[in-house]
């Protein structure tokens, strides 16, 4: 069932397409021993929390007509189910830990009856109307649209809060009403609830997010506490990507604290069109809520995230999209007259110099906080690690007042290895989880001051054993304007070059948008990572003889005041030259034997190679959307609307060059597409201009699929299409 952007199952009131877990298992970091947790045969594990003290973990299991509630006590061993089939999984999680020994959880209500049905004669027209306002909203699909969808949409999202203990007790929260429950979020000292219901009129214009809110706190008995919030339908005013909603969002409970709220609250009205000296304002309000909120920082550019720590010690980060400039900031939230302190001030495209993120921990009340070193006001940071010489992920030490950085381990050949938890500061303790390209990931135990004796904690084997001896290799080029480009090459194993010339390729293709020409160079990606296809993925092409040029770099860069799509087919005819004369010029490609192919943009971009050059001999095109004219207010990174740039939208749009396809193409779609851009007609459009121009095309609908593919049939099918296709045309 999809409805307001929403897809769930009817029967058992869950997520649709989620991928459940079958086993549970568990071991002791001092012993080799794996525990299996005890559960039924088949089942289906879903929504796994721990409790604040780590020695209890709750999940879900789903059965036909419901989701049971279950918990696994690690010091007995055992497991238990406390719940019949009553949570409501339909929108977020079915329940939280209230504290160590109770769960708070969303539950269908016990006298909910039949779902509404649809009338045989509608009650009236439809009818939509706007006075004037700006409203641009991008194409989203399955949005209510009847008095029936709405009936529908207040059934199925309709819960009850109950308490439920760890013998299996059930309590209902007698004082609150069924409602349409959107979070439940108890407070850290587990006295609080924070609840945010959704109510009417609900909107067909927009998905459920948007539908007016009511955020309130409530004690654990049900009992009204503090309303913060009624929000009304929120519809964009902007197409900008810093547009959001007007009043508190961002709305939850300070991890270092018992009770305190916090919230943002934008100060241009949630448009970044308005010219303001600052964006948002951070508030936060402590128990009993009788007090007047406190605001504890200010924002230029749009409020990004809060990392609490202690009373006087935060991190937050702020950021603006156009400019792609993102500050990092330490401050006291008890003294909110402090200056904060600038920590980093960078540009989101810059990876060679991203600093890391601050590494988290488990506080005392069981939830989230920064991990501080033993030394004073000292934290550590967690990094990828890019650079010109390669991926290296690291761990370092930072200090919040001097900004002194202090590495304290990285990564080294041959493996790509990042920091998973750091289990005790003083001693140094870490788990990583390495991989290399013959082995894939694993978590290793190991301290930092004896890295030559880890132990392992995981034995995960490679899961393609045929493709072991897949070649990989990391091309770097230029083109022709002198931007820095690279890709990963794939050939079958057994391939050489010198003994057997050239092969049959195929270029998974998908362009990125960049402000800066020196970050577009950049090279990200890590040549220690262990590969292996999985769903759908276009390496399976290698069992059958043929070359991959997985990702070639296709920056399309737009400086200064310059919109990158602007100069979007110019600057993807060149990378794309680059590409075929570098697998040329390597001897790995046949330009007679080379197709593109890319899903959703890349699916985009494949049509629109094919249309502009000759450079490919076939494509393959899964997912996408081809007129931009169906998608006005804007699409990718694209923040204009069409009446805007209506001249950039007609040249980006591969259906209005169809006619210059003169290569075979594969048309691959999922019946069920919901994302916002690519609707399946996209596809049966293009599929029946080019069959009215006398093309060479195929069109495949998936049944059931969305806008990436699921199941097993489906998944068999795209491959064996692809396959076909290759072996046709190159």
């Given at each position: 069932m999809a409805l307001a952007g929403l897809r769930w199952h009817p029967q058992s009131n869950g997520p649709a397409r989620y991928s459940p877990y079958h086993t549970l298992k568990y071991r002791k970091l001092a012993s080799a021993d794996v525990i299996t947790a005890n559960l039924p045969q088949n089942a289906q594990i879903d929504f796994l929390r721990w409790s604040a003290d780590s020695q209890k973990l709750a999940f879900t299991l789903t059965q036909p007509d419901g989701l049971e509630l279950w918990v696994l006590d690690l010091k007995q061993g055992v497991t238990q189910c406390l719940t019949e089939p009553i949570l409501n999984g339909v929108w977020g999680s079915p329940y939280s830990w209230l504290n160590n020994d109770t769960l708070i959880c969303k539950c269908v209500p016990p006298q909910r009856g039949e779902p509404p049905l649809i009338p045989e004669i509608p009650p009236g027209p439809l009818i939509q109307e706007n006075q004037g306002q700006k409203r641009p909203e991008r194409t989203h699909t399955h949005l209510l649209g009847t008095e029936h969808d709405e009936a529908l949409f207040e059934y199925y999202l309709t819960s009850v809060l109950n308490k439920v203990t760890l013998d299996g007790a059930c309590q209902k929260l007698d004082l609150l009403a069924p409602s349409v429950i959107y979070t439940v979020t108890p407070s850290p000292d587990g006295k609080f609830i924070l609840l945010t219901t959704i109510h009417r009129p609900f909107s067909h214009e927009v998905r459920a997010s948007c539908f007016p809110l009511q955020v309130k706190v409530i004690d654990n008995a049900g009992k009204l506490i503090y309303q913060l919030a009624d929000l009304a339908t929120y519809e964009r005013p902007s197409t900008k990507h810093e547009t959001v909603r007007q009043g508190p969002r961002k709305?939850?409970?300070?991890?270092?604290?018992?009770?305190?709220?916090?919230?943002?609250?934008?100060?241009?009205?949630?448009?970044?069109?308005?010219?303001?000296?600052?964006?948002?304002?951070?508030?936060?309000?402590?128990?009993?809520?009788?007090?007047?909120?406190?605001?504890?920082?200010?924002?230029?550019?749009?409020?990004?995230?809060?990392?609490?720590?202690?009373?006087?010690?935060?991190?937050?980060?702020?950021?603006?999209?156009?400019?792609?400039?993102?500050?990092?900031?330490?401050?006291?939230?008890?003294?909110?007259?402090?200056?904060?302190?600038?920590?980093?001030?960078?540009?989101?495209?810059?990876?060679?110099?991203?600093?890391?993120?601050?590494?988290?921990?488990?506080?005392?009340?069981?939830?989230?906080?920064?991990?501080?070193?033993?030394?004073?006001?000292?934290?550590?940071?967690?990094?990828?690690?890019?650079?010109?010489?390669?991926?290296?992920?690291?761990?370092?030490?930072?200090?919040?007042?001097?900004?002194?950085?202090?590495?304290?381990?990285?990564?080294?050949?041959?493996?790509?290895?990042?920091?998973?938890?750091?289990?005790?500061?003083?001693?140094?303790?870490?788990?990583?989880?390495?991989?290399s390209p013959t082995e894939p990931l694993n978590y290793f135990l190991f301290n930092l001051s004896d890295r030559t004796n880890k132990t392992p904690l995981t034995n995960n084997q490679d899961p393609a054993p045929q493709l072991a001896g897949m070649q990989k290799e990391l091309l770097k080029y230029r083109r022709a304007d002198g931007v820095k480009l690279s890709a990963k090459l794939y050939l079958p194993p057994g391939y050489s070059v010198e003994r057997d010339g050239p092969l049959p390729l195929l270029f998974w293709v998908y362009p990125r948008e960049f402000k800066d020409a020196e970050f577009a160079g950049?090279?990200?990606?890590?040549?220690?990572?262990?590969?292996?296809?999985?769903?759908?993925?276009?390496?399976?092409?290698?069992?059958?003889?043929?070359?991959?040029?997985?990702?070639?770099?296709?920056?399309?860069?737009?400086?200064?005041?310059?919109?990158?799509?602007?100069?979007?087919?110019?600057?993807?005819?060149?990378?794309?030259?680059?590409?075929?004369?570098?697998?040329?010029?390597?001897?790995?490609?046949?330009?007679?034997?080379?197709?593109?192919?890319?899903?959703?943009?890349?699916?985009?971009?494949?049509?629109?190679?094919?249309?502009?050059?000759?450079?490919?001999?076939?494509?393959?095109?899964?997912?996408?959307?081809?007129?931009?004219?169906?998608?006005?207010?804007?699409?990718?990174?694209?923040?204009?609307?069409?009446?805007?740039?209506?001249?950039?939208?007609?040249?980006?749009?591969?259906?209005?060059?169809?006619?210059?396809?003169?290569?075979?193409?594969?048309?691959?779609?999922?019946?069920?597409?919901?994302?916002?851009?690519?609707?399946?007609?996209?596809?049966?459009?293009?599929?029946?201009?080019?069959?009215?121009?006398?093309?060479?095309?195929r069109w495949v609908s998936l049944p059931f699929e969305r806008h990436s593919y699921s199941s097993r049939e489906a998944v068999a099918h795209v491959l064996w299409e692809m396959e076909r296709w290759c072996g046709l045309y190159i």
């Open positions: 709305i939850n409970w300070r991890g270092d604290r018992p009770a305190t709220l916090y919230w943002v609250e934008a100060l241009d009205e949630g448009n970044p069109n308005n010219e303001v000296p600052f964006r948002d304002v951070l508030f936060e309000l402590d128990t009993p809520f009788t007090e007047e909120p406190k605001q504890i920082w200010r924002s230029q550019y749009r409020f990004r995230s809060v990392r609490w720590g202690k009373d006087d010690v935060a991190v937050v980060v702020e950021g603006w999209y156009d400019s792609r400039k993102q500050r990092t900031w330490c401050i006291n939230p008890q003294q909110p007259e402090t200056p904060a302190k600038l920590l980093f001030d960078r540009s989101t495209e810059d990876r060679y110099h991203s600093p890391g993120v601050p590494l988290m921990t488990t506080g005392k009340y069981g939830y989230r906080v920064l991990r501080f070193a033993p030394e004073d006001n000292t934290i550590y940071l967690s990094g990828r690690g890019a650079s010109p010489k390669g991926v290296y992920p690291f761990l370092d030490k930072f200090n919040l007042e001097t900004t002194e950085t202090d590495r304290l381990w990285q990564c080294q050949d041959p493996y790509f290895e990042g920091i998973s938890y750091l289990l005790d500061p003083e001693n140094q303790t870490v788990i990583t989880n390495r991989q950049q090279v990200t990606t890590a040549e220690n990572a262990f590969v292996r296809p999985w769903g759908a993925s276009v390496l399976f092409l290698l069992t059958q003889g043929y070359g991959i040029l997985s990702g070639p770099t296709l920056p399309i860069i737009g400086e200064g005041d310059t919109e990158p799509n602007d100069t979007y087919v110019e600057q993807l005819i060149a990378g794309a030259q680059a590409a075929v004369d570098c697998v040329v010029e390597r001897g790995v490609g046949d330009p007679k034997r080379i197709g593109v192919g890319g899903h959703s943009y890349g699916a985009f971009t494949t049509v629109n190679l094919l249309a502009h050059t000759d450079l490919f001999q076939m494509g393959i095109a899964r997912s996408g959307a081809y007129n931009r004219t169906l998608t006005p207010f804007g699409f990718q990174e694209e923040q204009r609307n069409y009446w805007e740039a209506q001249e950039t939208y007609t040249q980006m749009s591969p259906f209005t060059h169809v006619d210059k396809v003169k290569v075979p193409l594969l048309l691959i779609h999922g019946a069920s597409d919901d994302h916002h851009s690519t609707y399946p007609l996209q596809t049966k459009r293009l599929y029946q201009a080019l069959k009215g121009l006398g093309g060479n095309v």
